[in-house]
Structures are given as structure tokens and as C-alpha cells.
């Protein structure tokens, strides 16, 4: 009864093992996984996969920020021509947005692919899969320009303030995507939810294979781990197990094609 909403499972992490992790999650009460892209190169092993297993993997199109090169225009525009080709293909456009966390030498191309594929979200009436880290002053004024755009999407792997939060709850197309950084020890993410987050408003993810939630914490993710940040939600909203898997499910719904 899960949806595990960001999971790579496509990367060479699962390469080995890709079906038994499929099984633990299937085992966790997982009912199915999206999985996102990040570029070009790995965008038809990703559909190989999520072909494999059909109806509980769901591929994803669209150029990661950290992916951003000078090529970048010609792997948007290859995108372009498989989604119009296919739209019906992939449920979601993402893992797109903004990272100046590292370096900004390619800001202003960051900016622009982030602007194309905010423009393909509009056109094919798709959800966004939103990465910002350390751009959320230039996320919130990009969306600000669309806001009348019936948008909608997940402001993937949140982690940010109180007042963060319920900026980005003004997009009344979007949820917050709650990972494995909630059930770290410094954390505060928890008070932030309780204080300034519907229960409505999140769904949950693994962003596996990054990001393992406590017990995991320096293992390898996967999406069976879902289930620690389930029990750590159900504290904060003074749910139970069951009520917390089937909220968080009905908020992923939109994301499915």
C-alpha cells in the first residue's frame, strides 16, 4: 500500500541484485516505485528496466541539474522528440530543477533546462519531480512565473525551515517528498512537519540508492527501507502504520500515469 515515490533503482548499485530488491520491497508492502532520470545516456536502461517490471516500476524523463553541460540543450531536445513520440511513456518529468550546492559554472544553463522542462510539465499536463539544493530563492521565482500554470509535482527530498515549507505549500499542485534525513538524529525535519505540514501535503521516498534512513544509515538504500520513515511519520502525526501508508499513498496517486 506504499508508493515509493524517487528511487533509482535503475543505477548500477541494483545491478546485481535489481530483482531481489524488487522482492524486499514488494515484501515491505511497497505496491510500486517511480523511478526518476537524470540524463540522456541512461534514459533507455532506465525504460529497460521499469519494462521489466511493468506496472510497479514507472519511468521518469528529464536532465538532472547536476547533469546540466554544455550539451545540455541537445539532450533536452532528444528528450523532447522521445516525449512527443511517446507521452504516455513516462509519468513524470524529473528529476529536474536546481543544485548550486557544488559549483555554479553552469547556472545559467541550470536555469534555462529547468525553465524547458517546466514548459514540457505545462504542455504534456505532467507532474514535476523537483531537486533544488541551494537554489531556493531561484526555485520559488521560477515557479512564482508559472504559478497560474495549474502545475503540479513533488518538491523532491525536503529538508528545509518551517517558513520553507509553507512558502512552497502555496504551489497547490505539490507535495513535499519526505525521505530518509527524517529519521536522522540532528534532524529537523520532524519538528518542522509537525509545526508547518499537513499530513495532505507529503509523500514519501527513498531516493534509493542514496540517503539510507536509521537503521540503514551508511548502507546502500532501497526501497524496502521506506518503511523507517513511515514509523517516524506515524510519531509525528499520532498515526498508525496504517493510516500514515494509506495517506501518503492516495497523495502519490496524481503522480501515476
Request: charged fraction near 25%.
Amino acid at each position: 500500500m506504499i508508493i515509493d515515490t524517487h528511487s533509482h533503482l535503475d543505477g548500477e548499485e541494483f545491478a546485481e541484485d535489481l530483482p531481489d530488491v524488487i522482492q524486499r520491497a514488494k515484501d515491505a508492502q511497497v505496491d510500486k516505485i517511480l523511478v526518476p532520470n537524470v540524463n540522456l545516456q541512461g534514459l533507455q536502461h532506465l525504460i529497460d528496466v521499469c519494462n521489466t517490471y511493468k506496472g510497479y516500476l514507472y519511468p521518469m524523463i528529464g536532465l538532472h541539474p547536476e547533469e546540466v553541460k554544455t550539451d545540455y540543450q541537445s539532450q533536452l531536445d532528444q528528450m523532447l522528440a522521445m516525449l512527443e513520440t511517446n507521452p504516455t511513456l513516462f509519468t513524470a518529468i524529473g528529476e529536474v530543477g536546481l543544485d548550486f550546492y557544488w559549483d555554479e559554472t553552469y547556472r545559467k544553463e541550470q536555469i534555462d533546462a529547468f525553465e524547458q522542462q517546466i514548459e514540457w510539465a505545462v504542455r504534456f499536463d505532467m507532474p514535476l519531480m523537483i531537486h533544488a539544493r541551494n537554489a531556493f530563492q531561484e526555485l520559488t521565482e521560477m515557479m512564482e512565473t508559472h504559478r497560474n500554470e495549474n502545475l503540479k509535482g513533488v518538491f523532491h527530498c525536503f529538508t528545509g525551515t518551517e517558513d520553507e515549507a509553507r512558502k512552497l505549500l502555496t504551489f497547490e499542485g505539490f507535495k513535499l517528498g519526505i525521505g530518509g534525513v527524517l529519521t536522522f538524529k540532528k534532524s529537523t525535519l520532524p519538528q518542522v512537519l509537525k509545526n508547518a505540514v499537513p499530513l495532505s501535503r507529503i509523500v514519501v521516498e527513498t531516493d534509493a540508492p542514496y540517503l539510507a534512513p536509521v537503521p540503514h544509515r551508511g548502507k546502500r538504500n532501497e526501497s524496502a527501507f521506506i518503511i523507517e520513515i513511515i514509523k517516524r511519520l506515524t510519531e509525528i502525526y499520532a498515526c498508525n502504520w496504517e493510516n500514515i501508508a494509506i495517506e501518503t499513498q492516495k497523495n502519490a496517486y496524481f503522480l501515476l500515469r
